[in-house]
């Protein structure tokens, strides 16, 4: 996701700096002191230490924050004076809900949020109108805001119509012409995902940027505006209730690339009801994934 956010960036570079001065194995402190130190809010601490163990950086298990490598220079990010973007927005809030543990039910104060979220009341509340089309907020009679997804019934609805949005794009993919270029795409997703395989025992959490890139290399055979927005949300949603689940993170990315290639397989063989069955194989790993997660967190 692009991140314009100002407070973020210098957050993140400076989050940066440190490991490169602590070291290899180092630990960082907790994310209050970091907000503290940092002068920013905990949310925005949250949403660097998530890039930076999706990066690789660092090793994000419950408190504990050990850095993994040092980063590099080209890894800062530059400074500019724009408002926060969209998906910065959609970030902080998944990331609040996520570490928070927000149950549904919960009402949301828009003020409060705004301010820890540091965007103005305006953009968060034209945000939360966008998620109620998907059944994830809604507005409450006496006005405000009530965070109504995130159980399991959500998530099971969820991942069936991911079910039918998915295997909808595989048989458009799979009369795709020669020449077209999501095959060339594919071809290079295969090489991606066994480089990844190859060294997953260190570069486990590269996984689900490659997966979100996956998903939408399928879903972009499909030239429709209404699926393409709902492609989006839900990316979103399992990209981060995914990270739930740190203790089984590499076994379970290692499973999916090796359903990823199945998939791959079938479809450059031009094989529909192969590549079919691998979607449905696939789609129903990660159902079970998601629900487990709401499990896990009491999300029922």
Known sequence: MARTDER??????SL????????????????????KELDVSRTVIRAALARMDEDGVISWQGRSKTVTRLP???ERLEIGATPPSQEILEEQFFNWVLHFDVPAGTPLNVAQLAREFQVPSHSLQEFLASLSRFGLV???DRGGWELLGFTEEFAVELSDFRTLLELNAISHLIVCPPDHPIWTRLEDLRREHLNLARSIETRYH???RLDEQFHEAIGSSVNNRFIKEFQRVISLIFHYHYQWEKQTEQQRNA???DEHLAL???????DEQAALAAARAHLATAK????ASMRTHNLT
């Open 8 to 13: 973020f960036k210098h957050a993140y570079n």
């Open 16 to 35: 940066l700096e440190r490991c490169h001065r602590l070291g290899v194995g180092a630990r960082l402190e907790s994310e209050s002191s970091l907000a």
């Open 72 to 74: 590099a220079p080209r």
């Open 138 to 140: 809604r507005r409450r």
């Open 206 to 208: 590269d996984f689900s």
């Open 255 to 257: 499973a999916a690339i």
């Open 264 to 270: 791959i397989d079938a479809l450059q063989r031009r």
């Open 288 to 291: 079970n994934t998601l629900r």
